[in-house]
């Protein structure tokens, strides 16, 4: 936005005031700005009274001035932009505070009148050095701010202290507050960002001090206004700048007539300001400005130091707290439940009004404020793309669900769709206010808005459906736990892994030796009685059907095992195999209708039993899974390689399923489940055609599903 011109400056443009060019300075002191050589370029038009001579532009400083101020003037116009010094001078019979400054080549020189006695000073620096030395070893920030807004209206004497802190969103707090009795207090109150629009925020970080002496000034015009080069001159630095009149009409609705603020910069940024306020028209000595900055500047070292300290101790107990949780969850059976239930709890990681765990659709919360709100979340986390942590201050759909409109979101199970998320509340909920917070002593022109009621409602509409926001520590936690978490989930799979592994050795082992008994006994039933003769033929079946699925997971294990496949190779007559495949088939489904095209002297060097266990699984699977009872067994060559393939009528498979067809244990999470341990046939299939240097694969050609294996041809001759 263009620059505004000081008359036309309202509530909704002051971000475009130009407070560093006002063109104008408070009155209760004078100025001068000299050029290169030392001529004057321009001065307050109060300058005469203050210092009895005139500074007449374009020429040098009056000779009673430089008498007393030409080492300082000298050295100013040898220094650099950036350059300053002060000192207490007598002119006539007055004495001042001279402050001088280069900015901009321009050296500016300032005079404050003064009567303090210089014995003053020495106390001063004592009582500064005091108040540093009782807040160097301070362990809490809190503590700090409160100690400090005391020593500082003990050192100013003004009526308010406040310790101003800005939040994220550039909208303050008072967050320690020291001030004389009968005044009420500000403690706690929240400011919006405008309040303290942009461009002073930046320029306080530039100029750390900046004092109002009465409200009700008439400013003191530079005289020119402007500079040859038609430019305004810049005061940014100036100790007399006036100020901008809508603030200065905030400050005297409060009732207030005279302030001074200074900054708190910490590593670079505004992080707050100590903001004082007096109830009188009011002016402090250079000196104790002095004394105050240097105060500040201690302030924001141990508040630097205090925050990383406070990060630290925050990170050190929320890991003590993810260590203890983790500890439970290893052993646990329902991972779920044990993470809702698990002490300390999820909701002591965070400042939050509830959490909520997700895991493979399931979704719980610990306080059962936030189930709704957890649901719906869950099902936006899709949208919002595929990050790991979320942490969102304000609701991601269209209504924050009983008033829980901030969420930090992290994902600690990728497979399960596990995550954790923590929910807060609309920040103004929290936000303590305690009724009117003073008489408003009277509005100005721009009406109630410049009161700080009017501050607290602009906030609130600035912060409405927006939670506190997640700091940098709070993520760094989550983030923590979620890495913990995901340890804990791989190590559950690990585990779960081995004793699966155990447990297919036990049922190899332990299963067969039971089944061969029963296949026996069947054997020995007598055939005479009808009765007897049914049911050894269904023992028969049921056994021989449990000894195959023993059979594929006895070698799925071996084959997990990494243990890889026997095969004894020999030079085999394929043809002559699949037509005898083909007739014990017959025999074994009775109602399957096989189709043979074998294409008659093909060999091959391959295991022929283990061939006749994947052929005898390929058409077992025909006549249980496929439609209609009847399949095609065939074998030709393609591309100078043996293809073997099994095909039949069947229901139709998405591209999943079927690209699935071939991994071991998918039945588990199929929703078709795994039926007569389909999975593990197939795995094996596949583990003995690669087995044999050659593939096996699925596809469907109009409606039929064809299991093709390819296997190198064998010269028999050779
Ligand atoms: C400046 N506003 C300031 C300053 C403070 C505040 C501390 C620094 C100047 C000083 O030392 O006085 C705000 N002061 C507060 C608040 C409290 C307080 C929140 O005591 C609470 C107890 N100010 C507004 C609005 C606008 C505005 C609505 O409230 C504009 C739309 C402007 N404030 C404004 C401007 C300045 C300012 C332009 C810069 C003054 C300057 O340095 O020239």
């Keep these: 936005m263009p620059d505004v011109l000081p008359g036309q ?10 407070i560093h060019t006002p063109g104008s300075i408070q009155p209760h002191g004078a100025l001068v700005a000299l050029g290169r050589h030392g001529q004057v370029l321009t001065r307050s038009a109060n300058f005469e009274r203050h210092l009895g001579v005139d500074a007449a532009p374009g020429q040098g400083l009056p000779a009673p001035l430089l008498a007393q101020l030409g080492e300082l003037v000298q050295a100013g116009l040898a220094g650099e932009d950036g350059w300053s010094d002060s000192g207490r001078y007598t002119v006539g019979e007055h004495g001042f505070d001279v402050i001088a400054h280069r900015f901009q080549q321009l050296l500016f020189v300032e005079f404050e009148p003064q009567p303090l006695a210089q014995n003053a000073f020495f106390s001063l620096a004592a009582d500064a050095q005091r108040i540093i030395a009782r807040i ?5 920030l809190q503590i700090l701010m409160s100690r400090l807004t005391t020593d500082i209206r003990e050192l100013t004497g003004y009526d308010r202290v406040m310790a101003y802190r800005f939040r994220p969103d550039d909208s303050g707090e008072v967050v320690a507050e020291a001030h004389r009795p009968g005044l009420v207090s500000y403690l706690g109150q929240r400011y919006p960002a405008s309040d303290i629009p942009r461009q ?7 100029n750390p001090t900046r004092l109002i002496a009465d409200v009700a000034y008439s400013p003191s015009p530079l005289v020119p206004g402007l500079q040859e080069n038609g430019q305004p001159f810049d005061l940014s630095h100036c100790e007399l700048r006036s100020v901008s009149p809508i603030h200065c009409e905030y400050l005297s609705n409060m009732g207030v007539h005279a302030s001074m603020s200074v900054s708190i910069v910490v590593g670079g940024r505004l992080w707050g300001l100590f903001s004082c306020h007096h109830y009188q028209a009011k002016t402090l000595a250079y000196p104790v400005r ?6 500040s500047q201690m302030c924001a070292a141990l508040v630097e130091r205090l925050e990383q300290w406070q990060e630290g101790e925050a990170m050190n107990l929320a890991q003590t707290r993810i260590h203890a949780l983790e500890e439970g969850l290893h052993d646990a059976e329902d991972l779920l439940a044990a993470l809702c239930h698990s002490t300390p709890g999820l909701d002591h990681l965070l400042d939050c009004e509830d959490v909520a765990v997700c895991l493979k659709g399931r979704v719980q919360t610990l306080r059962g404020l936030a189930d709704e709100a957890a649901r719906e979340m869950n099902g ?11 942490a969102l201050d304000r609701w991601p759909g269209p209504a ?20 954790i998320m923590w929910f807060r509340s609309e920040q103004v909920e929290h936000v303590r206010w305690g009724g009117k917070p003073e008489k408003i002593v009277d509005t100005g022109p721009s009406g109630p808005r410049l009161t700080p009621r009017g501050s607290f409602e602009a906030w609130e509409e600035v912060v409405r459906g927006q939670a506190t926001p997640w700091s940098r520590t709070d993520r760094a936690i989550a983030e923590r736990l979620r890495q913990a978490l995901g340890n804990v989930v791989f190590s559950r799979v690990s585990h779960t892994n081995g004793m699966r592994q155990l447990l297919i050795a036990a049922l190899g082992h332990d299963l067969r030796t039971p089944l061969q008994s029963i296949t026996m006994a069947a054997s020995m039933l007598s055939d005479s009685e009808q009765r007897t003769a049914r049911l050894r033929q ?15 997971v006895m070698e799925l294990s071996r084959l997990q095992a990494g243990l890889g496949m026997a095969l004894s190779k020999t030079l085999t007559d394929m043809s002559a195999l699949l037509e005898v495949l083909a007739s014990e088939a017959e025999l074994a489904y009775p109602g399957l209708r096989l189709e043979r095209s074998i294409k008659p002297g093909l060999h091959a060097d391959v295991d022929p039993d283990r061939l006749a266990q994947v052929v005898i699984n390929l058409i077992g699977n025909a006549s249980q899974h496929g439609n209609g009872n009847r ?16 095909s039949n009528p069947a229901p139709p498979m998405d591209q999943t399923r079927l690209a699935n067809l071939f991994s071991p244990l998918k039945g588990t999470t199929s929703q078709q489940g795994n039926r007569d341990g389909l999975g593990l046939g197939l795995y094996i299939c596949d583990a003995i055609a690669r087995a044999h240097g050659g593939s096996i694969t699925a596809r469907q050609v109009n409606g039929e599903v064809i299991f093709t294996v390819r296997l190198a041809m064998a010269d028999p001759a050779s």
Aim: aromatic share 6%.
């Design 538 to 552: 269904s023992i028969a079946t049921s056994s021989g059907r449990m000894t195959r699925l023993v059979s594929h």
């Design 200 to 206: 002073a925020r930046r320029l306080y970080i530039q």
């Design 9 to 18: 400056i309202t509530l909704a443009n002051c971000e475009s005031e130009p």
């Design 400 to 419: 924050p669900v009983k008033g829980l409109c901030g969420v930090m979101a992290v994902r600690f199970d990728r497979v399960e769709n596990g995550w």
């Design 136 to 140: 160097r070893h301070a362990r809490d």
């Design 631 to 646: 399949a095609r067994l065939s074998l030709d060559v393609e591309d100078g390689e043996l293809a073997l393939s099994v």
């Design 290 to 295: 002095l004394s105050f900055s240097m105060i």
């Design 380 to 390: 936006y986390l899709s949208m919002l793309g595929d990050k790991d942590l979320y």
